[in-house]
């Protein structure tokens, strides 16, 4: 396996010992296959940030923990990447742990595993159960800070969140949604997947009690999808249109997906959907903003919330003056008149 980096480089990166990279590297056998995998992946990880390898000075290995789909994910790593060689005084290089609704008891191995090999600091997106806090508690007993991103985990032990004021996106996407239906009534379809994200309570509650400030007879019908699956989506959607004929507007509580097979089952029932609301700009959601099927998308700059994570986790080893705190960003109201030019060029 031809590479440029010393073995010791590519363990570090992936969290093994030089031993058994060294097995991997001259096919000695013996290793698991999961084991040569992640070899590969540290390889690849050191690819990317190459520029950060070259770089002197102190060096931070951060894990990025995701529990999210995988076009989230994917857009995780790459806005990390696209900050690494931003990031100062300190070197950092990102191990990632990414996975698409892993059990829970399969994501605590994974926070465990960090706490036990060591790290600099964790960057956190998971579910707000007792499990995945616990581990966080380890994490912070090893000497581990961590950082948890878009969803929080406030009763954990983490120094600090960055990422979306989710309640803030709920109480603008109520208000956005109450300016276009007006004065002419009609209820509005709230999706939202099963997980216990706390980013989604918080929107949901941002959404709900400024949709009773504002518009106070305006029903909220709320749709919980268990399955993550677009086709299961359009058909729940379709039985809630059936059941109420009320039914105008829609806000997606999702971090991403599922949007589109919410407009596919509206045009199922021969209905419009004469206001649509969505968070965050994937590929998916730019397309149907442009299209006009999307009214507005609720976006913030998940590199600088990277950026800043960063800095928390300097703060937290003193490489950065002042106590570690949590960063808001601001909501961006998108429609097809004002997107970043960022997300056009596919950042």
């Known amino acids: 396996m031809p590479h ?3 073995i010791r480089e590519i363990a570090r990166q992936a969290g093994l010992s030089e031993a058994t990279v060294d097995r991997v590297l001259n096919r000695r056998g ?3 296959q999961s084991t040569v995998d992640e070899v590969h992946r540290a390889i690849a990880d050191l690819d990317r940030q190459r520029s950060q390898v070259r770089l002197t000075g102190r060096t931070f290995f951060l894990d990025v923990v995701v529990d999210a789909p995988a076009r989230f994910s994917q857009a995780v790593r790459a806005a990390l ?3 690494l060689p931003l990031v100062r005084p300190a070197t950092f290089r990102a191990r990632f742990h990414l996975a698409e609704a892993p059990p829970i008891p399969e994501l605590v191995a994974t926070l465990d595993g960090i706490a036990r090999r060591g790290s600099q600091g964790v ?27 878009v969803t929080d985990l406030p009763t954990s032990r983490r120094v600090g969140y ?3 004021d989710n309640r803030a996106a709920g109480a603008t996407a109520a ?21 216990s994200f706390r980013g989604e309570d918080d929107r949901e509650m941002g959404f709900r009690a400024t949709l009773r400030q504002v518009r106070p007879g305006r029903r909220q019908v709320d749709l919980v999808d268990p399955s993550g699956d677009d086709e299961v989506l359009r058909g729940l959607v379709r039985e809630a249109l059936d059941a109420d004929p009320e039914i105008a507007a829609a806000y997606s509580l999702y971090a991403t997906g599922g949007n589109a097979a919410t407009l596919a089952a509206f045009a199922d029932a021969g209905r419009r959907c004469r206001a649509f609301v969505a968070h965050d700009l994937d590929a998916e959601n730019l397309a149907l903003l442009q299209e006009g099927r999307l009214s507005a998308v609720l976006h913030h700059d998940l590199a600088l919330d990277l950026r800043r994570a960063c800095h928390v986790v300097m703060q937290a080893h003193g490489a950065l003056p002042g106590a570690p ?4 960003s601001g909501v961006q109201v998108v429609t097809p008149h004002n997107v970043p030019a960022d997300a056009l060029s596919g950042r």
């Open 4 to 6: 440029p980096y010393p």
């Open 30 to 32: 013996g290793v698991r």
């Open 81 to 83: 990447e696209s900050q």
């Open 123 to 149: 960057v956190l997106k998971a579910p707000d159960t007792p499990p995945v806090v616990a581990a966080v508690e380890r994490l912070a007993e090893a000497g581990v800070p961590v950082v948890t991103l």
């Open 162 to 164: 960055v990422g979306l």
């Open 175 to 195: 208000y956005l949604l109450d300016q276009w239906l007006g004065d002419d009534g009609g209820a509005v379809l709230v999706t939202r997947g099963t997980g």
């Open 325 to 328: 705190r949590s960063w808001y």
